[in-house]
């Protein structure tokens, strides 16, 4: 359902001056705007009459949502009016109450997955009084057992889109009353309704979520994603606050430190970590010897932190009968108080309760402040002093703590409210003087340029001339790395969550280029969008915020291929580059070789028809535990390494054609890893990684060469976050240059996803006058091509 109204706030209430209500069937990112316009329109008002935008939290379908969010975020900040949010189940129940039912009402909200988003209600005459504290997700059995239980269960009257599933089953279970089926769907008026009746567009509510600050109205989420879920659940971790708020456990990243099992590989790194840590000690430190016998060992439990394939920090135990005997503990100095200790044996202790252990023990020198501290808060308590244990007159405390072991969730968690803007909203840009406002005059047209198809929340702002006036860049690095991989579901919430903030830091570092504090949505002249390809759920995110912007202010809409732009961010190196030439495209999520027979007219010589070359360093860095993005761990541990020692398959390498193929290559390294952990041999990290990396690098070289020769180009260039691959670079480097082809290849901080790529296309889109409609939705799958223009682009820089 996509609800829809303009209403107008006075004394006697809420007064409804046209509406849009309908079933848009999955089309809602394609119909909310022009509905929004349409109902406007037909109340014979314009967007600069808005005085607030009012939106549906949820909770319903997160992807919907997710949409109406975005979508009135960018409303708001093009209008630069306050944003309010109000829970979909209350306009529902505002909505039966229009309908003229009183007394106890049940709204039963569809959550998938066998699920329903149960609450009840006590409606008056003057509305509906919540009976539930917060929105909820249980299995449809368990919510209607436990309506059915109540003593007035007979008086409660349905209503919800869940009842198109389940009436059924309430029936069966004695419930007979039943609101009007046109009352099960949220309205406009009755999110209008609801969000008078709980003061906010009237400054009551004294809660920071309800200040009008687009950046802190956030979906209802009540529960994790699937894969944070099932982490939670593994470590036998309490659900946490931020879970409600941001649907994303924050206790569960941490930016750059990952945690995986120790392995054989690890002994030589935290043997001297340990020597390291303990350097100086009343104690001698375990030697490398000790550590390789004791990990091998059957329960004993060992875990490392790492950071990008370094060793940063490790725990160990062992369990005996019903105990688990804490062994070591060690943290690199440079990363102590990050809480990474505590993690560690939260890990250690969740595995010994899986053998068995209801208990922990171990042993830390009295007067090491920081270690007891730790070991309190994680539940332990001394239960004797053993004295010189660690030498004569250092004594130490014997702890012991019952499993699982307390939740140590950073103050981030506890108080999980999402941050405001960088300064108070709405945001009002100072008075300008005479000179910068020529600066501005000078650098012609600006464009916006968004990018959300992966785990980057990007904005940049590029002059008329190609200038590069402010990229802002907001990674999830953090978020995703602990299943070596992204998650879009996290994806997504997380750029529905930053978009604001990303916004706001763009139009003020685009300021200070030109010597204001923050330029404005009216000194924009359009805004390009990436459009596709990627993940559906992060693109719909900044396609519906950028068609809320151009909605609000009247900036024309620009969609842009995401390829294209990596493509066209050689630009940034070789000013000059014109069609035609052959562009290799490899990132996490594309492999391919594209003819650019001239702008815009690209022919795909060949693609992979299994994994992209990004995805199966990942999948290989996984498959050792070095972490995630698997690309930069792989390309620096190969430095070291020689690229003959191992032999993996080159697929495809003589097809006879320019498809690629990786997931072969790619089983054959893991093979090789497992294969070797079996027999207990120490992987020389180094070689295989130098050796994995050559086998990709030969075919990508060689199927370019065919493309070159067979074409008769005189340049190639390569484009995607993979380009950032040092060998790959120089490797085509010294290829083509024995072949007197020029080689472009993006400066680094053009490769990986970023917005001032998209800003390239985005500017020759608006010279040449080339628009999308507002009706214009993500394409997870476009061709390359779509979107595109035969105009020439401007070529881009930054100005120093």
Known sequence: ?????????????????????????????????????????????AMTDVDAVLVGRGPGSFTGVRIGIATAKGLACGLGRALYGVSTLDAVAWGVWAHGVRGLVGVVGDAMRREVYPALYEVGEDGPVRLFEVETVVKAPDAIEAWAARDDAGEIALAGDGLRKYRAQFEAAGFSRFADEDAWHPSGEGLLRAAAASGVLRGISDSPVDSGDPALVLPIYTRLSDAEENE??????????????????????????????????????????????????????????????????????????????????????????????????????????????????????????????????????????????????????????????????????????????????????????????????????????DEARERIAAAGPLILSVESSCDETAMAVTDSHGVVCASVVATQ??????????????????????????????????????????????????????????LVGALVVGVAFSKGLCAATGLPLIAVHHLEGHLMANLFETPDLKPPFVASLVSGGNTMLVHVRAWGDYEVLGATIDDAVGEAFDKVAKALGLGYPGGPVISKLAEKGNRKAIHFPRAMMHSGDYSFSLSGLKTSVITYINNENRAGRPINLPDL????????????????????????????????????????????????????????????????????????????????????????????????????????????????
């Open 689 to 800: 990684a130098a050796s994995f990396e050559a086998a990709v690098v030969d075919v990508q070289v060689a199927k370019a060469v065919t493309a070159v020769e067979q074409t008769g180009v005189s340049d190639v260039c390569i484009g995607g976050g993979v380009s950032a691959n040092p060998a790959l670079r120089e490797a085509y480097r010294r290829r083509f240059g024995r072949m007197g082809v020029r080689v472009t290849v993006p400066p680094l901080a053009a490769c990986g996803d970023n917005a001032a790529m998209i800003g390239i296309p985005a500017l020759r889109s608006y010279l040449a006058g080339d628009f999308a409609p507002l009706t214009l939705d993500a394409d997870p799958n476009a061709a390359l091509g779509t979107w595109s223009s035969p105009a020439a682009p401007v070529p881009p820089h930054w100005e120093r």
């Open 1 to 45: 359902m996509l609800a829809c109204a303009v209403g107008r706030l006075g004394e006697e209430g809420v007064e409804l001056l046209a509406s849009g209500d309908h079933l848009c069937r999955r089309h809602a990112n394609e119909e909310l705007v022009t509905t929004c316009l349409d109902v406007l329109g037909r109340a014979g008002l």
């Open 477 to 534: 690095i953090d978020f995703h790395a602990r299943f070596g991989g992204v998650v879009p579901e996290i994806a997504s919430r997380k750029h529905t969550e930053a978009i604001v903030g990303v916004l706001e830091e763009t139009l003020a570092q685009a300021g200070a280029h030109f010597g204001v504090d923050t330029l404005a949505p009216d000194d924009l002249a359009a805004v390009g969008v990436t459009a596709g390809p990627g």
């Open 232 to 433: 939670r659940t593994r470590l036998g971790l309490k659900e946490p606050l931020s879970a409600a708020v941001t649907g994303v456990d924050d206790a569960l990243a941490g930016i750059h430190c990952q945690l995986r099992p120790m392995t054989v590989n690890d002994v030589r790194a935290v043997a001297e970590l340990e020597a390291s840590a303990f350097s100086g000690a009343s104690h001698a430190p375990w030697s490398e010897q000790a550590f390789n016998d004791d990990v091998a060992q059957r329960g004993h439990l060992w875990w490392v932190a790492h950071d990008r394939g370094a060793i940063i920090g490790f725990a160990g135990g062992t369990v005996v009968a019903d105990e688990l005997q804490v062994s070591d503990v060690a943290v690199a100095a440079g990363r102590r108080h990050e809480g990474i200790a505590g993690r560690l044996l939260t890990r250690v202790a969740y595995d010994a309760q899986m053998l068995g252990a209801t208990c922990a023990i171990l042993e830390v020198e009295v007067g090491n402040e920081p270690a007891e501290h730790l070991y309190e808060r994680l539940g332990f308590a001394e239960v004797g002093v053993r004295p010189n244990y660690y030498g004569q007159g250092h004594d130490a405390r014997i702890m012991r703590a019952g499993l699982p072991l307390a939740d140590l969730a950073p103050d981030a968690d506890r108080d999980p409210a999402p941050r405001t803007s960088i300064r108070p909203w709405p945001i009002v840009p100072a008075p300008r003087g």
